[in-house]
């Protein structure tokens, strides 16, 4: 099992290229099972959440190959299988989302329950009523989602007690091969949500208002290929923003862009970081010094949930007191006692975490618990005296690419030690 070590006191310095984005590659790779195609996606993450989708996908029975390497990808193919398997779907939650275009294309599907980071309760349920206004019928048991729609989907309204962006996700999917129009109401607004609608656009879905709160999908028989680049990763952008922040420097971020994370970056400007948008990213400043803020998560455009751990590790070494208030997850102040660990003066009560900042951080040996805390302890120990060994990194690997040589690129001292079984 491969961990990290990480010696901190190192100012940041340079260019970080910012890559596809996770949480809208995986949901473009889906949609694939919506035609034939093929669908040719470009600037795809390298990252293992792809490849655990790639292996779903074709298991299901469509051709995935790489062109020039594994960020373009084609996928396409017919339909051999509607069951997505419990040995797959336990490692990666954005497999539920293979439900919606399976109904939809072949009128069946059998899920399993998903799994995913252990952050708190995350059910399904929004996905599932959805679908059956859509007309499918839906059976829980042994563990399994079983589905069908003998007749085809059809349109509806749809209204979400909460914007759940799976769940959006989910059923404007699905919607796009339903007979007559579908609308979707409160539905998640974030950045990803946009990129899938247009994505789905260019294969001929007739889809309006994907970045507005409610969605209208007028159904069309049958989608075709196309080729689609994904979005920049809005989450990575933050996180290599948060490292600047904390050790100082100046970093430019290429590709990030100002428009799909605004809260993060006021944010940033308010705890002191300097940031400006430039033809080619964002160009991330701090002197180090950082100021106490704070901050709750919401739904886009609010804060995302994504960001709260990476911003808990840079508050964690600022001026004055913070506090955190989550509200997306109830179980996502695990990386709370690891940073403690190095020295950080973090409580918690409930949703809150109350963080007073410290003049510096020690190096300790820690251990990630979740994808984004995994970068939280990175943070910690990119600024922290000593050397801090960073173990269960797998963690890390499912959503960021090559991180060691991106901060090593910029004057990190951060290796990745590849451990025998």
Known sequence: MDYFLIEGGQRLGGRIPVGG?????????????????????????????????????????????????????????????????????????????????????????????????????????????????????ILLEGGYINAKAPDGLKGGRIVLPFPSVGATENILMAATLARGTTEIVNAAREPEILDLANCLNAMGARITGAHSGTILVEGVERLHGAHYSVMPDRIECGTYACAVGMTGGDVLLEGGRMADQEAVIHALREAGVTVTEEVDGLRIQSDGYLKGIDLTTEPYPGFPTDM??????????????????????????????????????????????????????????????????????????????????????????????????????????????????
């Open 21 to 137: 984005a996770k949480n809208s590659g995986l949901k473009l790779m889906v949609a694939s099972l919506l035609s034939e195609g093929p669908l040719i996606l470009s600037n795809v993450p390298d990252i293992a959440d792809i490849r655990t989708m790639r292996s779903l996908l074709s298991q299901l029975g469509l051709d995935v190959d790489e062109v020039d390497g594994p960020r373009k990808l084609s996928l396409g193919g017919a339909i051999a299988s509607v069951e997505a398997p419990y040995d797959i779907v336990s490692r990666m939650r954005a497999s539920i989302l293979v439900l919606g275009p399976l109904l939809a294309r072949v009128g069946e599907a059998r899920v399993s329950l998903p799994g995913g980071c252990a952050i708190g309760t995350r059910p399904v349920d929004l996905h599932l009523k959805g679908l059956e206004a859509l007309g499918a019928e």
């Open 308 to 421: 709260q751990a990476q911003f808990m590790a840079m508050l964690s070494v600022a001026d004055g007191a913070s506090t955190i208030t989550e509200t997306i997850f109830e179980n996502r102040f695990m990386h709370v006692p690891e940073l403690n660990r190095m020295g950080a003066k973090i409580s918690t009560q409930g949703r809150s975490a109350v963080i007073r900042g410290v003049k510096r951080l020690s190096a300790a040996r820690v251990m990630a618990t979740d994808l984004r805390a995994s970068f939280s302890l990175i943070l910690a120990g990119l600024v922290a005296e000593g050397e801090t060994m960073l173990s269960r990194v797998y963690h890390l690997d499912r959503g960021y690419e090559h991180v060691e040589k991106k901060l090593s690129a910029c004057g990190a001292k951060i290796r990745r030690v590849q451990q025998s079984k």
